[in-house]
């Protein structure tokens, strides 16, 4: 469908950098080992130039300290058998991202057209098969009567053609794309493979680009060569969701398989690149609050801190710009909600995964042509949810009138929990009082916290994501007409760490949380004492324990809670 592969340094088919034997030695054990399992990663380090940029680091796991590298020359594997090598650029610009599949250095281009042609006599049965796995059983079968290597295999009769000799590296190749074009979703199967990707965006003819969480923005080695290459595979792309894009319908977005959100833009009409399409990537287990300080999103305190707010099921905001981080802290947030409350959670995409058992996950239902008319929003399920007797409800994110109804469920003592798009707690609330929502002024105080989460510069001039204030919302006076609220914490840019300004000041660990745990109004400065002791559980658990996983988080705070230690 028009994409090409093309390597950030020179290449030749058949003309190694280095050789075998010259290789050998200089590989690590772990790369040794992987190179044993997938020999086409060892014919793919022939040809890097290995002079350059010397032998890449093999990473079973990269770090997240990899990000500080002046160098990047690192592999890595990922799902199904695959490797990528992130590979320096030597302007500096952005680093290059390299899918190693069993094609990347094998050329099958004179095989492929005689084994799709042999396929179609197959097309219907394959068409039949909805089981993937099941497809790709069948599409395996008659790969391996299709093609044959020097020992020619037994034939079951399926094919009863001349087989087309192939070496051993071939045959693995053609399985492989045969696979990837017919089940995956073609060339960007591998970047979907990947945990360690956040967004895939192709903004036109060019290379496709994409966001990862270590690396940060780099540039795959997927191109498409010309306008029509873009088209076709978007038309494709569109096809493959089940959503088809077309000039009347050149704006597309839906849902993949594993919960990714795609857009597709199809045509130059209304885009002047042309065809593009960016995909934002479902990141399957949560990213946990531990590990979120690991990052240096927010420290132990806080965690603390939002543990018991979390507890008491008060309503809470995560709030801040796209691609901020916000719908990862919400994820992480859940965990600290007791494990035997039942949650219903509200999206129009699939993003927010809870750990409790008790989970009702609604999504909206957008329908066009015949079925119009038959829409679900954010408004009615949310009503819904009422009637379902949650103790939290989870709105994937508030954009209009929808939140009216979450302020009623605050009112009638429902927990709410939800993320925003606001740059701070002033343009919250003049986002909620004002058109098109309209939150009477009086009701906001209903809303219990509003954590502000940015993408920002550090002062070493990485790009990271903190929170950069906990907020308590304590109520609107209506002589003044205006609202205050209170700093529980603050982040400090020219140190990189938190300040916590609501020590022994903070309203709702006073007033609301130490009445609710039944602590005297005489001893209430007692509720920072369990605030401290609970941050220092959460370290022992992180450093000494080495927890970082959002499920075994949870089920340690679970176990906790019964056995009544927090």
């Not at 700093?487 to 938190?498: A, V």
């Not at 006073?510 to 609970?534: F, L, M």
Request: aromatic share 10%.
């Amino acid at each position: 469908m028009g994409a090409e592969t093309v390597l950030p340094f020179p290449y030749t088919q058949g003309s190694f950098q280095t050789s075998r034997d010259e290789l050998i030695p200089l590989l690590s054990p772990e790369m040794y080992a992987a190179c044993e399992q997938s020999g086409f990663l060892f014919d793919y380090l022939q040809y890097v130039p290995i002079n350059e940029f010397g032998m890449p680091h093999y990473y079973a796991k990269p770090p997240r300290s990899l990000t500080n590298s002046t160098t990047r020359n690192f592999i890595y594997p990922i799902k199904e058998g695959l490797f990528v090598h992130i590979y320096p650029d030597v302007a500096g610009a952005r680093d290059h991202y390299i899918a190693i599949e069993p094609t990347v250095v094998t050329n099958i281009d004179h095989l492929m057209p005689q084994v799709e042609a042999r396929l179609v006599a197959w097309a219907e049965e394959i068409g039949r098969i909805e089981d993937k796995e099941e497809k790709k059983r069948l599409l395996i079968e008659l790969i391996d009567q299709i093609c044959a290597t020097s020992v020619p295999k037994p034939s079951s009769a399926k094919v009863k053609v001349a087989r087309l000799q192939v070496t051993a590296r071939e045959l693995e190749a053609v399985r492989y794309l045969v696979i990837r074009e017919k089940i995956g979703l073609g060339v960007l199967q591998p970047l979907l493979l990947d945990p360690y990707i956040e967004d895939i965006s192709c903004s036109g003819v060019g290379h496709i680009f994409v966001e990862h969480k270590i690396f940060k923005s780099v540039e795959t080695s997927i191109v498409f060569p010309t306008h029509n290459d873009v088209d076709e595979f978007a038309v494709w792309l569109g096809e493959w969701v089940k959503s088809p894009v077309t000039v009347r319908n050149p704006l597309v977005d839906a849902v993949l398989p594993d919960g990714s959100r795609i857009n597709i833009v199809y045509g130059r009409e209304i885009s002047k690149r042309g065809s593009n399409f960016t995909i934002r990537k479902f990141s399957g287990t949560p990213t946990s609050l531990l590990e979120l300080v690991e990052f240096g999103s927010l420290n132990y305190m806080m965690a603390a801190y939002m543990s018991l707010v979390l507890e008491a099921n008060m309503n809470v905001f995560v709030v801040g710009a796209t691609a901020s981080g916000k719908t990862t802290l919400l994820n992480a947030l859940t965990a600290f909600i007791k494990p035997d409350a039942k949650i219903v959670t509200i999206e129009d995409t699939p993003e927010v995964v809870v750990p409790h058992e008790n989970w009702v996950q609604e999504t909206t239902r957008m329908t066009s042509g015949e079925k119009k008319g038959s829409d679900v929003g954010m408004f009615e399920l949310l009503r819904a949810a009422l009637r379902q007797r949650p103790d939290m409800i989870i709105v994937g994110e508030i954009r209009s009138v929808e939140a009216v109804v979450a302020f009623q469920a605050m009112q009638t003592g429902h927990g709410v929990m939800s993320t925003f798009h606001a740059s701070s707690v002033e343009k919250l609330i003049q986002r909620l009082t004002g058109e098109p929502i309209n939150i009477p002024k009086t009701y906001i105080d209903n809303l219990n916290l509003a954590v502000i989460q940015a993408a920002v510069r550090l002062a070493d001039g990485r790009s990271a994501r903190r929170v950069l204030s906990v907020n308590e919302i304590i109520g609107y006076d209506p002589v003044s007409q205006s609202f205050s609220f209170l700093e529980s914490f603050r982040w400090n840019p020219t140190t990189d760490t938190f300040d916590f300004p609501g020590y022994m000041n903070s309203y709702l660990l006073e007033q609301v949380i130490a009445i609710k745990r039944g602590i005297a109004p005489h001893r209430r400065k007692e509720i920072y004492d369990e605030v401290k002791r609970r941050a220092q559980i959460f370290e022992k658990l992180h450093k000494d324990k080495k927890v970082t996983d959002f499920h075994d988080f949870f089920k340690i705070l679970a176990e906790a809670r019964r056995q009544k230690l927090i």
